[in-house]
Each structure stands twice: as C-alpha cells, then as structure tokens.
C-alpha cells in the first residue's frame, strides 16, 4: 500500500511509525506486566489480560463475621501479610500483599539489590475487611442511657430487656419499676442525694419511694447487666445507676451506664488476641 494511499486516512509516518512499536510485545525483567512501546505522544498498552491467570491478586472481600476474615487470611496469608484494627471500632484490615520487610537482601546483592531490599513495596491491593457490628441489645442500652422517662415507659423498656439484667434479677426490676411509688415532702436545708437524682440548695425535695405491692422491695441503687458488644462476641458485665425523682408531681425513672467504654475496650482486645491467635500474624493497632 502505497503512502499516496495511506494519507487518504492518516500520515504514513504514524502508520509506519506504529508498526515498528507494535513489532515486539516486550516482558520487563522482573516478570511483570507485559507491554509495547509505541511511538511519543501515543498510549502505553496494558497486555496483562492477555496472559493465562493475573500477575497478583486485586480483591477486597469483606466478612461479617470475625471467624471468616481469620479463615481467608490463613488461606490467603504470606510473608508480607499485615493486619491493622482500629483500638475505637474494633475493625479489622489484612492486606495480604503488604510491604515487605528491609534488609533482606543476601550480601552478595548488588547496590541496585540493596536499594530494593531496603525499600520494598508491594500494591497492597488483595485486602480483607471485617468491621464489628454492635449487637440489639447493646443499641438499646446505650441508645436509652441517661434518659428520663415515666414509670410505664420505663417499665416497659425493663420488660424488654429483662434477659440483660442479672443483679438484682430481671424480674425483681421488673416489680421494682412498675410499683415504685414515691412521695415528695419540703424541707428546708442543704445537701445533696445522690440516690435519686435530688439536689438541695436552701431547700430541697425529700423523697421517700418503696416499691412492691406491699412496699417490701428494696429499691438500689445501681443494677447489672451483661450484654454483648458486638454479634458473635462475648458478653461483659456492665453496671447502671438507677435513679428517681418526682417532676410535677410524676414519677420519673432512668439509668446511668458506668464506663460503658471499658466494655468496648475489652471487647476489642479480644478481637485483637482472636485475630493474632487465629492467623498467627501479630496484628497492627491503628488503620494502614
């Protein structure tokens, strides 16, 4: 075919021009990606689907529980797996194609070895994810901590929820909720109670409550739970304030979670021993 003809479409430079990049499909000395080189101002093409299986893996599954994500990364794991779980949500990220360690490169090694040795990187594309969800009952604990409500409200909620509560037993609070009844008497003096909510200044509200059909249940000041953090996870006792007042002429009722943190706390830890037990790869405490 002659110039003549090739200009009709396009410059015969470019068309000659091109078929000499396009000669010989080049393979980098490393085993990496295969390629062509093509002449200036023209794309590089990416050949690597054109081979029998990928280069490396490129995959992010994410597990909803703990168990998988320890299970994949036994299969998956090499020398330069890394895993990071943040201390505050308890999520786990393994990156199976982290950066590998320096310095190991042989004496005998080049300088341009070393150098490399001493720097390696990899993609760190092929990543397993699994983030802790927090289970119902904690939701509910949490989500109606510090709250004032009315008696029923309240007494409603403990029925709910009795199963969590194991000092006193669920049922006793139940009793202790919805029979509690309580009288306001003034008097003028200071101080402060701290077992219903009450505070004093030149006077104060001198509650006095009972709770039973016959006002023979004592009434505490704090209860206990133990509820799971995350699904799947352990349970942890959790101890709540119980507290009482009388707001225009109405009962109302709340609790007070103590450091419920700490529980997240220990839940994570033993997510963080779980996962360096599971994999055998001592884990990272942060995010990548």
Not at 6 to 26: M, P, Q, T, Y
Not at 39 to 47: C, E, F, G, Q, S
Not at 79 to 94: K, L, Y
Not at 265 to 288: D, H, L, N, S
Request: glycine letters at 6%.
């Amino acid at each position: 075919m002659s110039d003549e003809l090739l200009s009709k479409d396009c410059d015969a430079s470019v068309v000659r021009d091109l078929a000499a990049g396009l000669s010989e499909i080049n393979n980098a000395a490393d085993g990496s990606k295969p390629f062509v080189i093509v002449p200036d101002k023209y794309r590089i093409h990416d050949l690597e689907d054109t081979l029998a299986q990928p280069l490396a893996i490129r995959a992010t599954p994410s597990f909803s529980t703990l168990d998988g994500l320890i299970g994949y990364v036994e299969t998956y794991k090499g020398n330069n797996t890394a895993i990071f779980i943040d201390m505050n949500t308890g999520s786990v990220v393994a990156i199976l194609d982290y950066h590998g360690k320096p310095g190991d490169a042989p004496a005998s090694a080049t300088a341009k070895e070393t150098r490399k040795a001493a720097s390696p990187a990899s993609w760190c594309r092929h990543r397993a994810h699994h983030t802790p969800k927090h289970t119902v009952e904690w939701q509910r604990w949490t989500g109606k901590n510090d709250q004032w409500l009315d008696q029923r409200s309240f007494a409603e909620f403990i029925e709910n929820n009795v199963a969590d509560i194991t000092k006193p037993s669920g049922a006793q609070m139940l009793e202790i909720a919805s029979t509690l009844e309580a009288k306001t008497a003034v008097e003028f003096k200071s101080g402060v109670r701290l077992d219903n909510g009450s505070s004093r200044l030149t006077f104060a509200s001198d509650t006095v409550a009972k709770a039973g059909d016959k006002g023979t249940l004592d009434i505490p000041q704090q209860f206990e739970l133990a509820i799971e953090p995350f699904i799947g996870g352990e349970a942890y006792p959790l101890v709540a304030r119980f507290r009482y007042k009388i707001e225009e002429g109405k009962l109302k009722l709340r609790y007070q979670l103590i450091n419920p943190h700490k529980v997240i706390e220990a839940a994570v830890a033993k997510i963080i021993e779980k996962v360096g037990t599971g994999t055998a790869v001592k884990p990272f405490i942060g995010q990548p």
